[in-house]
């Protein structure tokens, strides 16, 4: 079982909304949509779904081209950010709506929601009414209901955006356990890297319509293929500053030289820029080839165990992520540390020139 998307694109307009797309997506897979609102991932997925018809290209179901198909007559379920449950209807028969729709026997449903609420650890709660249940519980009911249905595949379009902190670890804890019991294929959209190295699997990244890179999670996130994928899949995004290496040195702002080591030691001298994620950056050297930058503060936040230091380096914006509460002055002075290998390089084109030394090891 695979759904493939055949260089679909899609228009509204004179605006290009997908741009073409080619992605194979296989049984029993979690794949994650990353990227920016407004970056084509709801799109995608309607375009996935049969809600809407691509411009161009074809979709393929188990080989077969379901392009014109009616959403009905797909062996699809999505499930939204805004909790679409029934408010007259039991959960009990929420969950079984759709089966109801179907014509199934009375036995069969009672057989199947029973599984699948037991599944959702929804089972005490199936003569509830949805608006007697927490918001993760009514999320629950809204999934159960799509999984109910033995879909092949389940589009989630940032099912737990509206839940309070609680209650979306609790079920991105749970989703992937849900994905390996079903077997189908699931897609899961979100703004939040965070979210897609929890849930695993496989990560599209998205950026204006484009699909950047498809591939293993991890990979996607130790190697991206361009400055854009780095800046997608990293939160706050990856910082970057532009230099040039010239016989076994960096020049960085204002004629500093520093030594070519970490990734830069076996490249030829050009142009490249530099990217390395927040939590990289330190306000203590964390080793003797730590590489010292002077900057200038300009917002801290102070999320609880870790700040959040806004720096403008030389007209160039960093964000650093350090440990600790650190209690600073607005418009001060700092010295910031990075560690060689942590520095990914881009080529002029940004596409990646070399990854960072300690992703190559992890």
Known sequence: MSLVLEDVTKRVGAQVYIHPTRMELEKGTMNVLLGPTSAGKTTLMRLMAGLDLPDTGRILWEGHDVTGMRVQDRRVAMVYQQFINYPSMSVFDNIASPLKLQGRPKAEIA??????????????????????????????????????????????????????????EELRAEIPRIFEESGSIFVYATTEPEEALLLGGNTATLWEGRVTQFGPTPSVYRRPVDATTARVFSDPPMNFLELTREQGALLLPRGRRVPATGAFADLQDGRYTAGFRPNHLSLEPRGPDAMEFHARLSVTEITGSETFVHLDYEGARWVGLVHGIRHLAHGQDLKVYLDPAHI??????????????????A
Not at 351 to 361: D, G, Q, R, V
């Open 111 to 168: 057989e199947k929601v029973g599984r699948t609420a037991e599944m959702m650890k929804l089972t005490p709660l199936l003569d509830r009414r949805p608006l007697e249940l927490s918001g993760g519980q009514q999320q629950r009911c809204a999934l159960a209901r799509a999984l109910v249905k033995e879909a092949g595949l389940v589009l989630l379009d940032e099912p737990l955006a509206n839940l309070d902190y609680k209650l979306r």
């Open 344 to 361: 990914y390089v881009f080529g002029p084109d940004g596409s990646l020139t070399a990854p960072a030394p300690y992703a190559k090891a």
